[in-house]
């Protein structure tokens, strides 16, 4: 309230300034012609004024702050998948028993077009992502995760990730299964209610991570092809990948 009242002044006190320079100016020329000529000359600039500043001008810097935000988020997206997700993908993907069919559409090369890509994100909307109850890999997540918990809490106090709305609810995905996981002792030990809760969170990380890193690998082909280059290698849908530049 108090900052509308100063604006308001502030308006008042400028239109009163205007004003008395016109009466001025007409005292010491009395020229009603020359003032109102360029008055309305002025005013009909002002159109043209906001059109440049309002549409253009404001539209090339609102671009300018989404691409500088997009790029500080793909960096806190690529520390997430080289610090946990590009490992938690590969073992939530070992405990899918249909994973064969979804791995052979997600052998990313560097020859791939932006309509491969495209192909891949159907392929991924449409896949029935599932998890195995009994899956034995349970115990090496639990660690993985455990570890990682104080970074992936520093992820979602990062401002710029609230921007970006799938990733944030990956994170807040991620989060809540490790805190189920912690919460257990023993993994090994679960009742099969308990196990079939457990696998529905790693089923929901499974379509949101899966998802995550077809993007994140397109847009690594498209920015960065020597971070590129090290994904395809370490790529979590290959059973044949390797770091090692064969």
């Not at 006190?13 to 360029?38: E, G, M, N, P």
């Not at 600039?45 to 059109?51: A, D, K, M, P, Y």
């Not at 106090?157 to 990733?167: A, D, I, R, S």
Request: hydrophobic share 45%; aromatic share 10%.
């Amino acid at each position: 309230m108090k900052k509308s009242l100063w604006q308001i002044w502030l308006g008042v006190l400028l239109i009163v300034l205007s004003v008395a320079f016109y009466l001025i100016h007409y005292t010491i020329f009395r020229d009603a012609h020359h003032i109102f000529l360029y008055l309305i000359g002025d005013i009909a600039f002002v159109f043209i004024e906001v059109l440049m500043v309002t549409l253009i001008i404001h539209e090339v810097l609102n671009l300018r702050e989404k691409r500088a935000l997009i790029e500080k988020l793909n960096m806190v997206i690529g520390t997430f998948f080289s610090e946990v997700g590009t490992r938690l993908l590969r073992e939530l993907a070992a405990c899918d028993p249909d994973g064969e069919k979804i791995r052979r559409e997600l052998i990313v090369t560097g020859r791939w077009t932006r309509e491969q890509f495209e192909k891949a994100n159907r392929a991924v909307r449409n896949h029935e992502f599932k998890i195995d109850a009994q899956c034995e890999d349970l115990p090496a997540m639990r660690e993985t995760l455990i570890l990682q918990r104080g970074f992936l809490l520093s992820l979602l106090e990062n401002q710029n990730v609230l921007e970006h709305e799938t990733f944030t609810g990956l994170l807040m995905s991620v989060f809540h299964l490790t805190e189920e996981l912690a919460a257990r002792s023993d993994v090994r030990q679960l009742t099969e209610a308990d196990r079939s809760h457990i696998a529905g969170d790693m089923k929901r990380i499974y379509g949101l991570l899966t998802a995550e890193w077809l993007d994140y690998m397109k847009y690594l082909q498209e920015h960065y092809p020597y971070l590129f280059s090290f994904a395809m290698r370490t790529n979590p849908f290959d059973p044949a990948a390797t770091p090692e530049i064969r």
